[in-house]
């Protein structure tokens, strides 16, 4: 069982993280960078499979060398054996097309091809949701895309899961595919370890991969000496390495460019707000009297 | 009297003829006597040419020798606006400079030199084409080889297509919404362009044909169908394989035997739009892909104009602007809702990124009135689906509750990024103030379910979009709407601004939101929404106090 995780870095967009400029212009710079949220669903499904039915589990990301901090924080979460990081002045900028063909070919240049590729649904700075498809079909495998639970069967080769159909009408499906397939994870995605012995399993790779993971931090520590590329377990491709034409990447491959970034307007005056100091009794009042019309009844 | 009577000449005699006739006012008079003669247009173009060219020449001797000094920057700007010779306005610059050397004239003199310089790179943008293994010796296998990208080059491309998503055999809302959108956009787009563009209805699934009436109605001008009981639920193989052989039947790419088909002459689509529904953007992503161009994906905004573009990566030389027309403009909130983007489609030199493709999120667009009477052209599309499409195979559903409905309570209690301290308690403590109420309903921002905030078990059941107020989520209008910690987007208000009494809780002193609460208070919701549910809970806020002091 061969599998591989995408993830992709973005920046932090917890209250509090974010900068803005005076413009109302999200800095990036100033923003730090964390893994994907919503990657946390597909490390979770690559888990399951892991402890249910063993393998190696690779860990791939395109982006600039600081993402190794990112693939580190991504090595703990699933128990992954090795790191992948395509990274490359020409891959800058890309858009998700740019982004899946890059992707799909470090994919194709492992000496082992994957039996299962995950991917997590939108980032939350691009927030497209086309990456993960485009790569699956750039790859030609059978895809599921928004997975909430996944059965793996290495015996028949099929991957069985469900998968959220969010229309008008909310639906769940359950889909049986070939492997290899290509699963894109939903952030709705639980895991289920249903024996013990899936348990046990799940706490000795945790305490092996913390060890790696700590042993990469070494190598990608600020001031040290170390080259991480030295490390055995992470591998970095630059485009040549990936034998991709500079004009199919990054952004001389992308389709699609951002013309103009708005902050979102501010939404015109229309109500004259009293102003109520929470400490102040007689401006609660006002408030409270608002509210007990509408109490519960006794 | 002049020495070259052109009605007397061909057009192939006059050409070489006219080049030594140096007098404008000659030629006016040559030009008079064919309009008086046989007035052939390419004759009378000819000598208008060289009267302009001649004149232009003037300008440039006028440019040459003008004496600068005795002239303001008004008179500089208007003389050099006409000269074509970078070496006369270099000339004119070096005499500035020599003379009054003012600032502004020199200045002048420079903007024009950098747009004649400019302009000549846009003629050299007749950029030559190097393939990749020239360009890339180094690479062994470029990209351009590989079996994803098949594009075209200076393609032919039509009309709007609309992706209309059903679900249990009906047409879902977004399709109408998407139906009335892209009509607008299609009208407005033949009236600038002068053009007489189609909007395209494309239709996949079993008994589809059923919907066409309908589809006409909400203002389809062509109606492409694809029947088949296998296709019943949504596969993404074939419906994208399906898609894409719809767009380019008739053209270039088309597939062996749809080189002519008779419903469509172009290579592929102008335009794509789906829903960005979880199978809508699927499709949407695999479609474009396929077709080796871009999109966009969940806009809320859609509209089409020229656009000015000096990204090098379109325009294929650094430093220069080049206009490219018909740009379908693309908005979407961005950044998890702290920005809009506009997205657009470009071609780039020697690859052309068509069609331009966008999913648009439900309920962005009004739907428009039926017309029962509009008729389209109604075609069905044969293709054999291959078994390997299918291997995915969709063993069985369920449909899921309608989710929760926030809209018809009495009060909405929402809650903002100000719970970002301590999430799972912000939850906790927003819906005790929901108990407290007879009738309310429990809400979020876009920015909580956004957010990275872990969530205890026990409050994710109320994390997540079916909670989401506003332009995305839903909409409502209760008697009292509280909002804690929510700063107020825009998205936000159009949720929620038609509740009769607002009341905001935030510990910005000036949160977008104040101005559109009738209500303000300026604190922190940990501390102040325990105290309101008390206060609803006693029935009024005194008891409370003096309940808490007891304690």
């Not at chain 1, 901090?69 to 992954?80: I, P, S, T």
């Not at chain 2, 001649?54 to 440039?60: I, P, Q, S, V």
């Not at chain 2, 961005?334 to 071609?347: A, H, K, N, P």
Request: with cysteine; glycine share 8%.
């Amino acid at each position: 069982m061969r599998s591989v995780v995408l993830t992709k870095g973005v920046p932090d967009f917890r209250e509090g993280q974010v900068s803005f400029d005076e413009d109302g212009h999200l800095e990036r710079g100033k923003t730090p960078t964390v893994m994907n949220p919503n990657d946390k669903y597909a490390l979770r499904a690559a888990l399951q499979t892991k402890v249910r039915n063993g393998g190696q589990v690779s860990l791939m990301s395109m982006g600039p060398p600081g993402y190794m901090e990112v693939l580190q924080e991504g090595m703990n979460d699933v128990y992954a054996d090795d790191l992948y990081l395509l990274s490359d002045r020409e891959m800058g900028a890309a858009d998700t097309w740019a982004t899946a063909m890059t992707a799909a070919t470090g994919i194709h240049k492992l000496d082992e091809q994957p039996d299962l590729v995950f991917a997590g649904f939108k980032t939350a700075d691009g927030e497209t949701g086309h990456t993960g498809p485009q790569t699956g079909w750039c790859l030609d495998m059978p895809m599921i895309t928004h997975v909430i639970s996944l059965d793996v069967d290495e015996d028949e080769q099929v991957v069985r899961a469900k998968r959220l159909v969010a229309a008008e009408a909310d639906e769940i499906e359950t889909v049986e595919a070939p492997m290899p397939a290509f699963i894109v994870t939903d952030p709705e995605f639980e895991p289920t370890y249903h024996r013990a012995s899936h348990r046990l399993k799940h706490k000795d790779l945790r305490d092996t991969t913390e060890d790696r993971a700590d042993e990469f931090g070494e190598y990608i520590a600020d001031g040290s000496d170390l080259d991480p590329t030295d490390w055995d377990r992470f591998t970095m491709w630059n485009h040549e390495d990936l034998n991709l034409d500079p004009d199919y990447i990054g952004l001389d491959g992308s389709p699609t460019i951002v013309s103009g970034v708005d902050p979102i307007p501010k939404a015109p005056s229309e109500r004259e707000a009293t102003a109520i100091d929470p400490d102040d009794d007689s401006d609660m009042e006002q408030v409270v009297e608002e509210l007990t019309p509408y109490a519960a009844g006794d | 009297m002049v020495d070259i009577d052109p009605t007397e000449l061909e057009i192939a005699e006059l050409g070489p003829k006219i080049k030594d006739v140096d007098d404008a006012d000659e030629l006016r008079e040559m030009l008079e006597l064919e309009e008086g003669g046989e007035d052939r247009v390419p004759v009378k173009t000819l000598i208008e040419d060289r009267i302009e060219k001649l004149e232009a020449e003037d300008e440039e001797a006028d440019a040459s020798s003008a004496d600068l000094d005795d002239m303001t920057v008004a008179d500089i700007a208007n003389l050099v606006r006409d000269v074509e010779d970078v070496s006369v306005l270099e000339d004119m610059l070096e005499r500035e400079q020599a003379g009054q050397d003012r600032k502004t004239a020199k200045s002048q003199i420079e903007d024009r030199i950098q747009s004649i310089e400019g302009d000549d790179d846009g003629e050299s943008a007749d950029l030559e084409y190097v393939p990749p293994e020239e360009k890339h010796p180094d690479l062994d296998h470029p990209t351009a080889d590989k079996q994803w990208v098949e594009g075209l080059e200076g393609g032919d491309y039509r009309d709007m297509w609309v992706y209309c998503e059903t679900q249990h055999g009906e047409l879902i809302d977004v399709s109408r919404e998407m139906l009335g959108k892209a009509r607008e956009l299609v009208d407005q787009y033949n009236e600038d362009y002068d053009e007489a563009e189609k909007l395209v209805a494309v239709l996949i699934g079993d008994n589809v044909s059923d919907l066409t009436d309908e589809v006409a109605a909400y203002g389809a001008d062509q109606i492409l169908y694809h029947e088949d009981e296998r296709l019943e639920r949504f596969n993404h193989k074939s419906y994208t394989e399906v898609f894409v052989d719809m767009a380019r039947a008739g053209g270039q790419m088309a597939p062996d035997g749809k080189e002519d088909v008779d419903w469509k002459a172009y290579d592929e689509p102008r335009y794509t739009v789906f829903p960005a529904t979880n199978n809508g953007r699927d499709l949407s992503a695999l479609v474009q892909g396929e077709l080796d161009s871009g999109l966009a994906s969940d806009c809320s905004g859609l509209y089409i104009e020229n656009a000015m573009i000096s990204n090098p990566a379109k325009t294929g030389v650094p430093g220069d602007s080049k206009e490219f027309e018909r740009i379908l403009h693309m908005k979407r909130p961005d950044f998890s809702g702290f920005e809009y983007s506009t997205i657009l489609c470009i071609d780039k030199p020697f690859r052309d990124f068509h069609p331009q493709g966008a999913s648009v999120i439900p309920g962005s667009f009004e739907i428009p009135e039926a017309d029962e009477e509009r008729e389209a052209e109604v075609v069905e599309h044969d293709m054999d689906l291959t078994d390997k499409w299918l291997e995915v195979e969709v063993t069985d559903y369920d449909v899921l509750d309608d989710g929760v409905d926030l809209t018809g309570h009495e009060v909405v209690v929402a809650m903002g990024r100000g719970i970002g301290r301590s999430p799972t308690e912000g939850i906790e403590i927003g819906l005790d103030l929901v108990e407290a109420f007879d009738d309310a309903a429990f809400g979020l921002s876009r920015g909580v379910i956004t957010s990275s905030y872990s969530f205890e078990g026990h409050v994710e059941q109320y994390i997540g979009e079916d909670r989401q107020i506003g332009e995305s989520g839903q909409v409502v209008e209760p008697d009292v709407y509280i909002a804690a910690g929510i700063s107020g987007a825009i998205q936000h208000k159009v949720g929620m601004d038609e509740s009769d009494t607002i009341i905001a809780i935030n510990t910005d002193t000036d949160a977008d939101i104040r101005d559109f609460s009738d209500y303000y208070i300026q604190g922190d919701l940990f501390e102040v929404l325990p105290k309101l549910t008390q206060a609803v809970e006693e029935g009024t806020l005194a008891t409370a106090i003096a309940e808490a002091s007891d304690d």
